[in-house]
């Protein structure tokens, strides 16, 4: 599954997208990125024995109070929800 970088943090649980463009712009997310058309779009599963992008963020950045970063993985029945609830609610703005 891709996504822009945006979406990306909305499933990860940030309230920006601002932690994945320091990490895109340090290159450590390099593996994760895939261009489409001139837009950035992160790979959200894994891939061959790379973790999921969510693995690779938490093992990157330093977690501090009671922020907790969603564990998103495309494979699980949780991030499907995830992904249906954000799919209802873009669609759903569309609509008003």
Not at 9 to 35: I, Q
Not at 57 to 70: A, I, M, P, Y
Request: charged share 25%; glycine share 8%.
């Amino acid at each position: 599954m891709l996504c822009d970088v945006t979406e990306a943090a909305w499933y990860l649980g940030y309230a920006s997208p601002a932690s994945l463009y320091r990490l895109l712009k340090a290159g450590l997310l390099d593996n994760y990125v895939e261009m489409h058309q001139g837009q950035v779009l992160l790979r959200m599963g894994s891939k061959g024995k790379s973790p999921t992008l969510a693995k690779k963020v938490r093992s990157l950045v330093n977690f501090r109070g009671g922020h907790e970063l969603f564990m998103f993985d495309p494979k699980e029945e949780e991030s499907l929800q995830k992904i249906r609830a954000r799919h209802y609610e873009k669609s759903s703005k569309n609509i008003s």
